[in-house]
């Protein structure tokens, strides 16, 4: 995460004032200030990096054309905007966030206003990703991701139970770790032999069991989804869990990398506006905006990452289709993370994986 930015335009001092009155070159900068203080804005949340670059000229230029209104981006951390809301001096409107990390302040959240949408149409969107105080933005996959130098199609392991399997299947391998917020709990289920349509609620115990069998097989624990990549690329690990998002940038800069999508976890990233927001109605319009047909189907183009409307998946072309989670192929192949189970249980998930983790 890149360092926060201020969200409010700093107050002139005095000293400044009198130092631009006696500075007639410098009038114009402190207009053109000024003038911004008193623009509309709508202030989100957001991952930052590239997803900032790219939602720059595909959302908030053309958004500010449209509205008049000016999106300020800031990337920030978990812990910083929980200490925000902590204090009462919300500087952020909407939080563009994984869905299960969103609901951790679900009384925070204010009612998402579907009826004054413009730009959307709210019977457009899927209903496993509309809620009445966040809705989805895009979804990934955590996928079983491998290196082509070690397998193929037909050799690579079917399931996560082949995956678990090292003894029969040997290979280096690799998982998520508990930096990234949601270890693969679901994974070591599936490889025990829990059914996808029965993982809620997780059972940790069984989780946990199944892990320390896979545990001597594992090179390391991926903190980050570059790293995720980086080991498969490098052969650090032959096949990992990975994100969908991560491993198809890899693969479009030339890595030998292919996805397996049997049992994939899907999740979402949402929007949510805070009660205490200080420009409600421009995160409203943002929110419509950001979800309208063409919004979202060039996003996940630019992104690799699935639409959370109808209307937008239509709008693909095949080719993307076969990149992203989403339509027949999560229905037959994949499931959706549980966002609320995530968001009650994340901090006993933290405290047994810091037990498990030290057991030999």
């Known amino acids: ?3 926060q930015n201020r969200l409010v ?3 002139v001092s005095r000293r400044s004032v009198l130092k631009l009155a006696g500075a007639t070159l410098a009038a114009p900068m402190f207009w053109v200030k000024n003038a911004e203080a008193a623009q509309e804005r709508v202030v989100i949340r957001s991952p930052g990096g590239a997803y900032d670059d790219i939602r720059k000229k595909l959302i908030y230029e053309p958004f500010a054309k449209e509205t008049g209104i000016r999106v300020i981006p ?6 910083k905007l929980e200490a925000m809301l902590k204090s009462g001096n919300v500087e952020i409107d909407i ?3 994984d869905d299960s990390v969103l609901l ?4 925070e959240l204010a009612p998402l206003n579907y009826a004054g949408f413009k730009y959307t149409d709210p019977d457009d969107i899927l209903p496993e990703y509309k809620h009445d105080n966040y809705v989805g933005n895009f979804v990934y996959a955590d996928v079983m991701g491998y290196n082509l ?3 193929n199609q037909g050799s690579v392991p079917a399931n996560w139970a082949d995956f678990w399997d090292y003894k029969r299947i040997p290979a280096s391998r690799a998982l998520a770790d508990i930096d990234t917020g949601a270890p693969n709990i679901e994974f070591a289920l599936l490889a025990d032999g829990v059914p996808m349509d029965k993982l809620y609620p997780l059972d940790l115990p069984r989780a946990f069991a199944s892990l320390s069998r896979i545990k001597p097989a594992i090179a390391k624990f991926w903190s980050s989804g570059a790293l995720s990549v980086q080991m498969l690329s490098t052969r650090e690990a032959d096949v ?4 969908s998002t991560r491993i198809l940038k890899g693969i479009e800069s030339g890595s030998p990398l292919a996805i397996n999508w049997n049992q994939h976890g899907v999740h979402v990233q949402a929007y949510s506006i805070l009660k205490k927001a200080r420009n409600q109605e421009n995160a409203q319009k943002l929110i419509d905006f950001c979800l309208s047909q063409e919004v979202q189907s060039k996003f996940s183009s630019l992104w690799n990452s699935g639409p959370v409307t109808k209307t937008a998946y239509e709008a693909l072309t095949p080719d993307l289709r076969e990149k992203i989670p989403g339509g027949d192929r999560t229905r037959e192949h994949g499931f959706l993370l549980d966002a609320k189970w995530w968001a009650k249980n994340r901090s006993e998930v933290g405290k047994e994986w810091a037990k498990w983790a030290l057991q030999a």
Request: charged share 25%.
């Open 240 to 243: 990992s869990s990975v994100w």
């Open 95 to 97: 939080i563009d966030n």
């Open 1 to 3: 995460m890149s360092k």
């Open 9 to 11: 335009t700093s107050p």
């Open 149 to 151: 130098e070690k397998f």
């Open 104 to 107: 951790q302040w679900e009384d």
């Open 74 to 79: 800031v990337a920030t951390t978990t812990g």
